[in-house]
Structure formats: C-alpha cells, structure tokens
T-cell receptor
Framework: DAKTTQPPSMDCAEGRAANLPCNHS???????VYWYRQIHSQGPQYIIH???NNETNEMASLIITEDRKSSTLILPHATLRDTAVYYC??????????FGKGTRLSVIA | GAGVSQTPSNKVTEKGKYVELRCDPI?????LYWYRQSLGQGPEFLIY????????DSGLPNDRFFAVRPEGSVSTLKIQRTERGDSAVYLC??????????????FGPGTRLTVL
C-alpha cells in the first residue's frame, strides 16, 4: 500500500498557484518525498524530490513540514498543460516507486 | 536525446495467447523497471533489473509473467496464456542506477494491452 494520502481531485484557475497537499505521517528518516505527474495517455514524469529542506526547480516548489509528516507541491502559475494526475511518493532510493491514486488536478481557463 | 521507448504502443490479443512487450531504455541507464496501470489506478510495480539481473521480481502477479534483459539494455516482458484481467497499460522506466540515494525514473509512453 502507498504510504501517502492525497485528495482525489482539485481544481485551479489558470494563472493561479496550485497547491497540492500530501500526508506521509509514517515516513522514515531515509525516505525522500518524490512528486511525479501523469498527463493523460502518457507515462509518469518526474517533477521534484526532497528529504528535509524545501526545494525549487523550474517546474515546481516542494515545501516539507519540519516534522516531515506532510508536504505541499506548488505550481506557481498553473497552465492548462498542468492538468494531470499528481502522485506523491515516500520511499528511499533502493526500492521501486509505490504509486497511490494521486490527485487529479484540473486547471480551468 | 531519445527517451524510453516501448513497442508496440497497442496490442490486442485473444485470451490464452502469448504476448511480448518491448522496452528500450535510455542509453546508459543500468536500472530498468516494469509497471502496469489499470484504469483509474496508479502504476503498480512488477519487476526491476539492475543490469542484466532481476533485482526484485516481487511484483509479478504469477508465473505467467516473465521478463528478461539479456544484454543489460533492451528488456522484454512476456505474458503467457493471457487472461482478460491482464488488460492494462504496461509502463517501462529506466534510471541511471538503483542503489542509495534518489534516482529519477524516466518513463516510456506505455503499451496498452487488451485481451479479448
């Protein structure tokens, strides 16, 4: 079973920030938080990962709480192309990814 | 550069037949993963290779499923005596290496298998 819980769906207005929450209350000390997304009819795509510190790249920002029990993926200016299922995964680097059902983000014009 | 490619993109077969699904990973990636995804679900791990050997095959559902990677590059997922429940999208991913630390996985577009 997935070690993370996410809301099944969210809407976001185009141009606004999309904030996707994830709970991982049982995460262990050596496990990273990964985010992948899957656009319709494509394979999953890596977005970002983090261990303890907040991270930012060209796609998104990842905010991890101090106790590491939850995190938020932020897409700063959502576009229609960001409509996808977003998966939050907690695991160490030695094991294959365990996907849950993710959050279906709909960006609305 | 070229990403992960999978062939065929679609495969329709009849119950009881044998099928092979092919994955070409990114050149130089030593780790290769197979997942399958049913409608409305996230991808489910099947097997992963480190080089030529299967490092973890705990996700294979039964002995009708088998995968090989004889030269440490291309991999073939083989399904014998297909059943309607095998219908799904089969995804392949590769990464630079398995082992400690985070290794981003790059996914192919998948093969949609339909068993009639």
């Amino acid at each position: 079973d997935a070690k993370t819980t996410q809301p099944p769906s969210m809407d976001c207005a185009e141009g606004r920030a999309a904030n996707l929450p994830c709970n991982h209350s049982t995460i262990s000390g050596n496990e990273y938080v990964y985010w992948y997304r899957q656009i319709h009819s494509q394979g999953p795509q890596y977005i970002i990962h983090g261990l303890k510190n907040n991270e930012t790249n060209e796609m998104a920002s990842l905010i991890i709480t101090e106790d590491r029990k939850s995190s938020t993926l932020i897409l700063p200016h959502a576009t229609l192309r960001d409509t996808a299922v977003y998966y939050c995964i907690a695991q160490d680097g030695n094991t294959p990814l365990v996907f849950g059902k993710g959050t279906r983000l709909s960006v609305i014009a | 550069g070229a990403g992960v490619s999978q062939t065929p993109s679609n495969k329709v077969t009849e119950k009881g037949k044998y099928v092979e699904l092919r994955c070409d990973p990114i050149s130089g990636h030593t780790a290769l993963y197979w997942y399958r995804q049913s409608l409305g679900q996230g991808p489910e791990f099947l097997i992963y290779f480190q080089g030529t050997g299967a490092a973890d095959d705990s996700g294979l559902p039964n002995d009708r499923f088998f995968a090989v990677r004889p030269e440490g590059s291309v991999s073939t997922l083989k399904i014998q005596r297909t059943e309607r429940g095998d219908s799904a999208v089969y995804l392949c991913a590769s990464s630079l290496q398995a082992g400690s630390g985070m290794r981003e996985q790059f996914f192919g577009p998948g093969t949609r298998l339909t068993v009639l």
